[in-house]
């Protein structure tokens, strides 16, 4: 009897850590900052654009440009979206700027703010903290997050996997898909993205 | 003497096969019986993560061990429902295959086949056997097995005073942000600590100062789980308007017209632009639909501040201090998670 338990004992601590060794989940490793350091200036010698910055990010000499905090501490420059004529201020909640889609509520003067229009997202901008929400509006939630990387990518000056570095979240309501909301869907080309249904 | 005479003197199960019934049903039983707590809201099949995400950066305290201890079991019984139970049985099929003629093989088969289907359902009846008998013996009903060996409501984290070193937060993953799972951002006086989901109304500690700033006072629990459900009403406060014609409104999308008296308060005058007068937003709505005039517009307008949205959430969870008014389950999951 003893033998038997003993076997048994020891056949469950086995399939235990089997188990645990499997299934437990894997923490992604960490990526390597973008770059460290601060951003550098490099001479244009008269090409018609000029280079800025650790992100790679390409820009017409003289294009306004500004430096923006990344999740992994480094800082990177990219176009100056805050001053950006799309781009509306949030009255209501100053330091926060709609870079797409609207704020939902105008003002006594007729004013409403938004940023630049667009059907399926809206991305938010919180200067204090340096940090993007993007809000998915609209089925189908693949579609519409394609279409505000694009509108990101494009604003900011920045490829899709430099997207991953900034600090954002990318959200749905519950009204919008039930279960995809309160999950950070990630951009799609980064790691740890969910994949969501076409 | 024949051969069936012989067989009949046999006993059909010795004693060495009744204790190989017997202790894995007893250990199936006694690890079994701790499983259901959790089951209500877990379940099995349970593959992890045996630590709670969400606390696993804060020194574990009673409530934690517990949760812990179940979330083990979930798994044994996991593993052995999902990955032993299917060997054991076709174990069992292939002596049976092999020993077309031999009975005692066919005997071995067929025990080890009713022993594993015996095993699962024990295993999955032990909480009713042992809560039953527990009822029948105290006198306490029958939950008195759940307090025993559930968290109980106890805190899943020690509070730590404020002075000491506190826990790491959380890193972050280059490319997928803060969002998913909180991260910590303080520790309140009671040493529970400030979560945030995001930016904006996701942030527990701007939640609470919103709160604040309307006269109303949250916990940080409180202030936890509203930054929970903004994530789930309005994307942190980014979408304040996801159904246009309600009169939902701000980062918790609280009602204007029902709701209209938590918007008469010092946050929310101060937002409309007018301090001291209450904005008496159900003059603004019928049925609850907009009636687009100039005090719904305002409502509006006032409760996409944060601070005014905070003070109409804080004003109803006053009222409803289980956050009965946030009634989705995504809401509720927040509720059960973080106002604790």
Same mark, same amino acid.
């Given at each position: 009897?003893?033998?038997?338990?003993?076997?048994?004992?020891?056949?469950?601590?086995?399939?235990?850590?089997?188990?645990?060794?499997?299934?437990?989940?894997?923490?992604?490793?960490?990526?390597?900052?973008?770059?460290?350091?601060?951003?550098?200036?490099?001479?244009?010698?008269?090409?018609?654009?000029?280079?800025?910055?650790?992100?790679?990010?390409?820009?017409?000499?003289?294009?306004?440009?500004? @430096? +923006? *905090?990344?999740?992994?501490?480094? #800082?990177?420059?990219?176009?100056?979206?805050?001053?950006?004529? &799309? !781009?509306?201020?949030?009255?209501?909640?100053?330091?926060?700027?709609?870079?797409?889609?609207?704020?939902?509520?105008?003002?006594?003067?007729?004013?409403?703010?938004?940023?630049?229009?667009?059907?399926?997202?809206?991305?938010?901008?919180?200067?204090?903290?340096?940090?993007?929400?993007? @809000? +998915? *509006?609209?089925?189908?939630?693949? #579609?519409?997050?394609?279409?505000?990387?694009?509108?990101?990518? &494009? !604003?900011?000056?920045?490829?899709?996997?430099?997207?991953?570095?900034?600090?954002?979240?990318?959200?749905?309501?519950?009204?919008?898909?039930?279960?995809?909301?309160?999950?950070?869907?990630?951009?799609?080309?980064?790691?740890?993205?969910?994949?969501?249904?076409? | 003497?024949?051969?069936?005479?012989?067989?009949?003197?046999?006993?059909?199960?010795?004693?060495?096969?009744?204790?190989?019934?017997?202790?894995?049903?007893?250990?199936?039983?006694?690890?079994?019986?701790?499983?259901?707590?959790?089951?209500?809201?877990?379940?099995?099949?349970?593959?992890?993560?045996?630590?709670?995400?969400?606390?696993?950066?804060?020194?574990?305290?009673?409530?934690?061990?517990?949760?812990?201890?179940?979330?083990?079991?979930?798994?044994?019984?996991?593993?052995?429902?999902?990955?032993?139970?299917?060997?054991?049985?076709?174990?069992?099929?292939?002596?049976?295959?092999?020993?077309?003629?031999?009975?005692?093989?066919?005997?071995?088969?067929?025990?080890?086949?009713?022993?594993?289907?015996?095993?699962?359902?024990?295993?999955?009846?032990?909480?009713?056997?042992?809560?039953?008998?527990?009822?029948?013996?105290?006198?306490?009903?029958?939950?008195?097995?759940?307090?025993?060996?559930?968290?109980?409501?106890?805190?899943?984290?020690?509070?730590?005073?404020?002075?000491?070193?506190?826990?790491?937060?959380?890193?972050?993953?280059?490319?997928?942000?803060?969002?998913?799972?909180?991260?910590?951002?303080?520790?309140?006086?009671?040493?529970?600590?400030?979560?945030?989901?995001?930016?904006?109304?996701?942030?527990?500690?701007?939640?609470?100062?919103?709160?604040?700033?309307?006269?109303?006072?949250?916990?940080?629990?409180?202030?936890?789980?509203?930054?929970?459900?903004?994530?789930?009403?309005?994307?942190?406060?980014?979408?304040?308007?996801?159904?246009?014609?309600?009169?939902?409104?701000?980062?918790?999308?609280?009602?204007?017209?029902?709701?209209?008296?938590?918007?008469?308060?010092?946050?929310?005058?101060?937002?409309?632009?007018?301090?001291?007068?209450?904005?008496?937003?159900?003059?603004?709505?019928?049925?609850?639909?907009?009636?687009?005039?100039?005090?719904?517009?305002?409502?509006?307008?006032?409760?996409?501040?944060?601070?005014?949205?905070?003070?109409?959430?804080?004003?109803?969870?006053?009222?409803?201090?289980?956050?009965?008014?946030?009634?989705?389950?995504?809401?509720?999951?927040?509720?059960?998670?973080?106002?604790?």
């Amino acid at each position: 009897m003893m033998r038997i338990l003993a076997i048994g004992s020891l056949a469950v601590i086995v399939v235990a850590a089997i188990a645990f060794y499997v299934l437990a989940p894997k923490q992604p490793q960490q990526q390597a900052p973008a770059g460290s350091g601060a951003p550098v200036t490099l001479p244009s010698a008269g090409e018609t654009t000029v280079t800025v910055g650790n992100s790679g990010a390409t820009f017409a000499p003289g294009e306004p440009n500004m @430096s +923006l *905090t990344l999740a992994t501490g480094s #800082t990177t420059v990219v176009k100056d979206f805050i001053t950006s004529s &799309t !781009t509306g201020k949030d009255v209501q909640n100053p330091g926060v700027y709609y870079l797409a889609g609207s704020a939902g509520y105008c003002l006594a003067d007729g004013t409403c703010p938004h940023g630049a229009a667009v059907s399926d997202f809206i991305i938010t901008y919180d200067s204090s903290s340096e940090f993007f929400t993007i @809000s +998915l *509006t609209e089925e189908p939630l693949a #579609t519409a997050r394609a279409d505000a990387e694009q509108f990101l990518a &494009t !604003t900011l000056g920045l490829s899709d996997m430099q997207l991953c570095d900034l600090k954002y979240t990318v959200l749905t309501n519950e009204s919008v898909n039930a279960f995809f909301a309160g999950k950070n869907l990630g951009f799609s080309s980064c790691p740890g993205a969910t994949v969501l249904p076409q | 003497m024949g051969k069936g005479a012989a067989a009949a003197r046999r006993p059909r199960y010795d004693a060495g096969m009744r204790s190989r019934i017997l202790l894995p049903a007893l250990f199936l039983v006694a690890a079994g019986a701790f499983v259901l707590p959790n089951v209500t809201h877990a379940a099995i099949p349970f593959f992890g993560p045996i630590i709670p995400a969400g606390n696993d950066t804060c020194p574990a305290g009673w409530g934690m061990f517990m949760i812990v201890i179940n979330n083990i079991v979930e798994l044994l019984i996991t593993l052995a429902i999902v990955f032993v139970a299917p060997l054991t049985i076709a174990w069992a099929g292939f002596l049976y295959v092999v020993n077309p003629v031999d009975p005692s093989g066919m005997s071995r088969a067929k025990s080890i086949l009713w022993n594993t289907v015996f095993g699962i359902v024990i295993a999955l009846a032990a909480w009713l056997i042992v809560d039953a008998i527990l009822a029948a013996l105290t006198n306490q009903g029958l939950t008195y097995w759940a307090s025993l060996v559930g968290s109980n409501g106890t805190q899943p984290c020690l509070s730590v005073a404020s002075s000491l070193r506190q826990a790491a937060p959380p890193t972050t993953t280059a490319g997928l942000a803060v969002g998913t799972t909180p991260t910590v951002t303080g520790v309140g006086a009671g040493g529970q600590q400030y979560l945030s989901f995001g930016s904006g109304a996701c942030v527990a500690t701007a939640v609470q100062q919103g709160a604040t700033s309307g006269g109303y006072s949250l916990t940080v629990a409180q202030s936890n789980t509203l930054a929970c459900i903004a994530q789930f009403e309005s994307t942190c406060g980014s979408n304040l308007r996801p159904n246009p014609a309600s009169s939902a409104a701000g980062a918790f999308q609280v009602l204007l017209q029902r709701n209209s008296a938590c918007y008469n308060n010092a946050a929310c005058e101060q937002a409309a632009g007018q301090p001291g007068v209450p904005l008496n937003c159900q003059n603004g709505f019928s049925g609850g639909q907009s009636l687009n005039n100039a005090t719904s517009q305002m409502c509006y307008a006032a409760a996409a501040n944060l601070a005014c949205a905070a003070s109409a959430a804080a004003c109803l969870v006053q009222a409803n201090p289980n956050f009965s008014d946030w009634a989705t389950p995504s809401d509720q999951s927040c509720v059960r998670t973080y106002n604790i």
